[in-house]
């Protein structure tokens, strides 16, 4: 058995776009709903900021991998 921590990318990188069509760096900056209830400066700006805003995040991961059966005539192993 062996493993160890690691960094995990997003899922979403840059370029994907959400099902409005929102995106890190391509697509629109809100969804169509939104301009004139942002265009407003009254309460829930910061609610609308944090659904359009997009960021890449890396986190933390871990793994753990354990060797089961070794198929030494085809060079494989299983786990």
Known sequence: TWGGEFEVPSYRTGGFLDPKGRGMYSG?????????????????QEELFKES???????????EMEVNKVNAELGEIGG
């Open 53 to 63: 805003n997009k960021v890449f995040d890396i986190g933390k991961g871990a793994i």
């Open 28 to 44: 629109y900056d809100q969804a169509v709903a939104l301009p004139a209830l942002q265009a407003d400066g009254k309460g829930g």
